[in-house]
C-alpha cells in the first residue's frame, strides 16, 4: 500500500543529491470535489499541485508559495498555491467553465465573475478575463517590489542548500534532456496558450514578497520551466509527476552544491556520474508503481545499491484560507458603487470561493457597516 497525503525527504549518503516523494490522495479528492475539469485539465492541475508541494518542500520560508500558469488559450487560469506546513489548494479556470463570468447559482456572485476571486494573482503584462476584478486578498503581479537585488526572472529564496524543480508527467529539467509524455495530456500551448509561468513566494505577514515571471515556452511545461530555472536558479533537478482521479503522487530528485554536505567530500567525477545515473534509474520508474508503491518499496526498487537516508513523513493536507474578513475586504477594494449595485439586484451579496466553495452572504446591513466602517460585521452568514 503506497502512503498517502505525506511527503517523504530523502539523502543520499554519499552523494550531494537529495529527493523528495509525495502523495495526495484524501486531500486531493477534497480539492477537486467541487469541480468537473476535463481529464486534460485535471491531470495539468493535479501535476501543478504535486509540483507546489515539492517545490515548497525545498525552500525555508513561512509563507505561501504559488506556481501559477495563466494565458490567452482554453485555460486561462490554472493556479496551485502551498504553505510552508504543506497545505495545498488549487484551482483552473477555462472557457465555458460555470465560474467563468456567471452567477453561481440564484442570489449568488461567484467570486470569479462580477466579484471577485480569492487567491489567483494576475500577472504582470497579462490581461483578466472579460469580468473579472481584481482577486480577492492577492494584489496585483505588475509593480511588486522585489527584495533587494531581485530582477525579473530572479526568485531569492532563502533555501536548504538546493534549488526548485516542477513539471507534467516525466520531466527532464535540464537543457537537452528528453520529456517522456504521459498519454492523453494534451500540450501546455493548447491548454494554456500565450502568457506566462508565474512563480511567487510571500511571507505570512505580508513584509515579503518575492516573484519570478517567465513566458509560456514550448510543447510541455517542463519547457517554460527549464526557462524559470536557468533565470533563477542554477541547481540540476527532475521531476516525476502523475495524477488520476484517484489521486496525485510526485518524485523530485536535486542536485545539491558539493559543499552543502557537511565536510564529506566525493570526487567531482563521481558526483557527476552519481547524478547521471540517478536520473537514468528514475526514469525506469512507471506511474503505477508512483501511485501504488510504498515510498520505502520506490525507494528500494531505484536505489537499493545505495545508502539512503529517509527522513518521517509530513502531512499534507487541502486548505482553504479565505475567510468572511477577506472577503470583506475584497467588497471594499471592488467598491461601494458595484456592491451596492449587486445588492439592489440580488437583495444580498453572496461571494463563493472558487477554492472550497464556501458562500460569503452578505445582507443590507452588512453592506452599510462594511461601507460605513470600513469594516466587516460578525452577524454574516457563511455556507458550505
Same mark, same amino acid.
Given at each position: 500500500?503506497?502512503?498517502?497525503?505525506?511527503?517523504?525527504?530523502?539523502?543520499?549518503?554519499?552523494?550531494?543529491?537529495?529527493?523528495?516523494?509525495?502523495?495526495?490522495?484524501?486531500?486531493?479528492?477534497?480539492?477537486?470535489?467541487?469541480?468537473?475539469?476535463?481529464?486534460?485539465?485535471?491531470?495539468?492541475?493535479?501535476?501543478?499541485?504535486?509540483?507546489?508541494?515539492?517545490?515548497?518542500?525545498?525552500?525555508?520560508?513561512?509563507?505561501?508559495?504559488?506556481?501559477?500558469?495563466?494565458?490567452?488559450?482554453?485555460?486561462?487560469?490554472?493556479?496551485?498555491?502551498?504553505?510552508?506546513?504543506?497545505?495545498?489548494?488549487?484551482?483552473?479556470?477555462?472557457?465555458?467553465?460555470?465560474?467563468?463570468?456567471?452567477?453561481?447559482?440564484?442570489?449568488?456572485?461567484?467570486?470569479?465573475?462580477?466579484? =471577485? @476571486? %480569492? &487567491?489567483? $494573482? !494576475?500577472? #504582470? +503584462? *497579462? /490581461? =483578466? @478575463? %472579460? &469580468?473579472? $476584478? !481584481?482577486? #480577492? +486578498? *492577492? /494584489? =496585483?503581479? %505588475? &509593480?511588486?517590489? !522585489?527584495?533587494? +537585488? *531581485?530582477?525579473?526572472? %530572479?526568485?531569492?529564496? !532563502?533555501?536548504? +542548500? *538546493?534549488?526548485?524543480?516542477?513539471?507534467?508527467?516525466?520531466?527532464?529539467?535540464?537543457?537537452?534532456?528528453?520529456?517522456?509524455?504521459?498519454?492523453?495530456?494534451?500540450?501546455?500551448?493548447?491548454?494554456?496558450?500565450?502568457?506566462?509561468?508565474?512563480?511567487?513566494?510571500?511571507?505570512?505577514?505580508?513584509?515579503?514578497?518575492?516573484?519570478?515571471?517567465?513566458?509560456?515556452?514550448?510543447?510541455?511545461?517542463?519547457?517554460?520551466?527549464?526557462?524559470?530555472?536557468?533565470?533563477?536558479?542554477?541547481?540540476?533537478?527532475?521531476?516525476?509527476?502523475?495524477?488520476?482521479?484517484?489521486?496525485?503522487?510526485?518524485?523530485?530528485?536535486?542536485?545539491?552544491?558539493?559543499?552543502?554536505?557537511?565536510?564529506?567530500?566525493?570526487?567531482?567525477?563521481?558526483?557527476?556520474?552519481?547524478?547521471?545515473?540517478?536520473?537514468?534509474?528514475?526514469?525506469?520508474?512507471?506511474?503505477?508503481?508512483?501511485?501504488?508503491?510504498?515510498?520505502?518499496?520506490?525507494?528500494?526498487?531505484?536505489?537499493?545499491?545505495?545508502?539512503?537516508?529517509?527522513?518521517?513523513?509530513?502531512?499534507?493536507?487541502?486548505?482553504?484560507?479565505?475567510?468572511?474578513?477577506?472577503?470583506?475586504?475584497?467588497?471594499?477594494?471592488?467598491?461601494?458603487?458595484?456592491?451596492?449595485?449587486?445588492?439592489?439586484?440580488?437583495?444580498?451579496?453572496?461571494?463563493?470561493?472558487?477554492?472550497?466553495?464556501?458562500?460569503?452572504?452578505?445582507?443590507?446591513?452588512?453592506?452599510?457597516?462594511?461601507?460605513?466602517?470600513?469594516?466587516?460585521?460578525?452577524?454574516?452568514?457563511?455556507?458550505?
Amino acid at each position: 500500500m503506497h502512503d498517502r497525503d505525506c511527503l517523504h525527504r530523502f539523502v543520499f549518503e554519499h552523494y550531494p543529491i537529495r529527493g523528495h516523494l509525495v502523495h495526495l490522495d484524501a486531500a486531493w479528492r477534497a480539492l477537486i470535489e467541487h469541480r468537473d475539469y476535463p481529464a486534460a485539465i485535471r491531470g495539468l492541475l493535479g501535476e501543478a499541485v504535486a509540483a507546489s508541494l515539492l517545490l515548497a518542500a525545498t525552500i525555508k520560508f513561512e509563507g505561501v508559495l504559488s506556481l501559477q500558469l495563466q494565458g490567452d488559450g482554453p485555460v486561462h487560469l490554472l493556479l496551485a498555491q502551498c504553505t510552508s506546513g504543506l497545505g495545498v489548494r488549487a484551482l483552473a479556470r477555462h472557457r465555458g467553465s460555470p465560474q467563468e463570468g456567471e452567477a453561481g447559482g440564484e442570489g449568488a456572485t461567484r467570486i470569479a465573475g462580477s466579484a =471577485q @476571486s %480569492e &487567491g489567483p $494573482q !494576475q500577472s #504582470e +503584462g *497579462a /490581461q =483578466q @478575463s %472579460e &469580468g473579472a $476584478q !481584481q482577486n #480577492e +486578498g *492577492a /494584489q =496585483q503581479n %505588475e &509593480g511588486v517590489t !522585489q527584495g533587494a +537585488g *531581485a530582477t525579473r526572472g %530572479e526568485v531569492p529564496f !532563502q533555501r536548504e +542548500g *538546493a534549488a526548485r524543480g516542477e513539471g507534467p508527467a516525466r520531466v527532464e529539467l535540464q537543457a537537452g534532456g528528453s520529456q517522456l509524455r504521459e498519454p492523453g495530456l494534451e500540450d501546455i500551448g493548447r491548454l494554456i496558450g500565450a502568457g506566462n509561468l508565474t512563480v511567487t513566494l510571500e511571507t505570512d505577514d505580508g513584509a515579503q514578497r518575492y516573484q519570478g515571471i517567465v513566458p509560456i515556452e514550448g510543447a510541455r511545461l517542463a519547457d517554460s520551466l527549464q526557462v524559470y530555472f536557468e533565470n533563477s536558479e542554477q541547481l540540476p533537478t527532475r521531476l516525476w509527476l502523475h495524477a488520476d482521479d484517484a489521486g496525485v503522487s510526485g518524485m523530485l530528485l536535486q542536485r545539491l552544491p558539493a559543499g552543502d554536505r557537511g565536510g564529506v567530500s566525493t570526487p567531482a567525477a563521481a558526483i557527476d556520474d552519481a547524478w547521471r545515473r540517478v536520473q537514468l534509474i528514475g526514469d525506469t520508474l512507471t506511474s503505477e508503481e508512483l501511485m501504488t508503491l510504498a515510498d520505502v518499496e520506490i525507494l528500494h526498487r531505484l536505489f537499493n545499491e545505495d545508502d539512503l537516508r529517509l527522513f518521517e513523513p509530513s502531512p499534507v493536507y487541502f486548505r482553504c484560507r479565505c475567510s468572511r474578513e477577506r472577503v470583506a475586504g475584497m467588497l471594499h477594494g471592488l467598491g461601494e458603487t458595484q456592491t451596492r449595485s449587486i445588492l439592489a439586484e440580488r437583495g444580498e451579496v453572496e461571494v463563493r470561493c472558487d477554492f472550497c466553495n464556501r458562500a460569503y452572504v452578505f445582507d443590507a446591513v452588512d453592506v452599510e457597516q462594511l461601507f460605513n466602517a470600513g469594516v466587516a460585521t460578525d452577524r454574516g452568514r457563511s455556507i458550505h
